[in-house]
């Protein structure tokens, strides 16, 4: 019942402060993770992994389960909401969820991943990334001559450049371009083996779905019509972005 669930928890979060304190877990460290049983259990009546609470019903019932729990959230989604139920339910049989702590990054610009995502609960900002190279000019009547002595004879390089040198540097930067809430999608382009084309960062304690490429691949050979949607919101995602770069590095140069 409820008042046994409640002492069992009660015991399992004792047990985890003990444990780390006694093995000298970093405080920084042990708030996170009680910040993360308290998310995770105060959410229970909603949360995705409270699936775990039926892991000795027989398989067959738990995809019934996971289908009636699920399939509300996913035809909501635009990718989704056209697909035959036989597909949707190939989809949903294949999904995991997972919890992304505030301040996470879910996925970074430029690395190659093999999952995609569905946001469930929560709020996650997409950030482009790029170097922004910057050139600067020494000053001028400087050489590697122009050396100061200190007072005890030693000579110190002023770090001066003669005015014909100029030098380089590059600073990584990010700026947010949307914020994602329930429904919203990212990761697809793993499916093509594509590197991200921008990162996406949790705000909140973020719940997601998770669906891995190699997967939806399978399933899309028994229904093409998978394949189609996911082509085409990869390239309108990916052309949006672009059309973001594009504007930034134009604010750059006003």
């Given at each position: ?202 705000l909140q304690y973020c719940e997601l779905l998770v669906l891995h490429a190699r997967r939806v691949l399978q399933i899309s050979e028994s229904f093409p019509e998978l394949a189609a949607v ?24 006003q």
């Open positions: 019942n409820l008042d046994s669930t409640n002492a069992i928890r009660h015991r399992k979060i004792e047990s985890i402060e003990l444990y780390m304190r006694h093995a000298g877990v970093p405080g920084y460290l042990r708030r996170a993770i009680m910040g993360y049983y308290d998310y995770v259990w105060e959410c229970s009546g909603q949360n995705i992994g409270d699936l775990d609470l039926f892991k000795e019903l027989p398989a067959s019932l738990r995809l019934r389960l996971k289908v009636a729990l699920r399939h509300k959230r996913v035809v909501e989604i635009p990718l989704f909401q056209y697909l035959p139920a036989p597909c949707l339910i190939a989809l949903i049989s294949e999904m995991t969820s997972t919890i992304a702590l505030p301040g996470e990054y879910i996925v970074k610009s430029g690395t190659y991943g093999e999952k995609m995502y569905i946001v469930d609960h929560g709020q996650a900002q997409v950030l482009l990334t790029r170097d922004v190279e910057k050139k600067g000019e020494g000053e001028t009547g400087k050489t590697d001559s122009d050396d100061e002595d200190d007072s005890d004879g030693h000579v110190h390089s002023t770090g001066e450049k003669p005015d014909h040198m100029s030098y380089y540097g590059s600073q990584r930067r990010e700026k947010v371009i949307d914020v994602m809430t329930s429904g919203a999608f990212f990761g697809e382009s793993a499916l093509y083996g594509k590197p991200r084309n921008a990162s996406v960062r949790a996911i082509a085409h919101a990869e390239e309108l995602n990916r052309t949006k972005r672009h059309v973001h770069m594009f504007k930034w590095e134009l604010e750059d140069h």
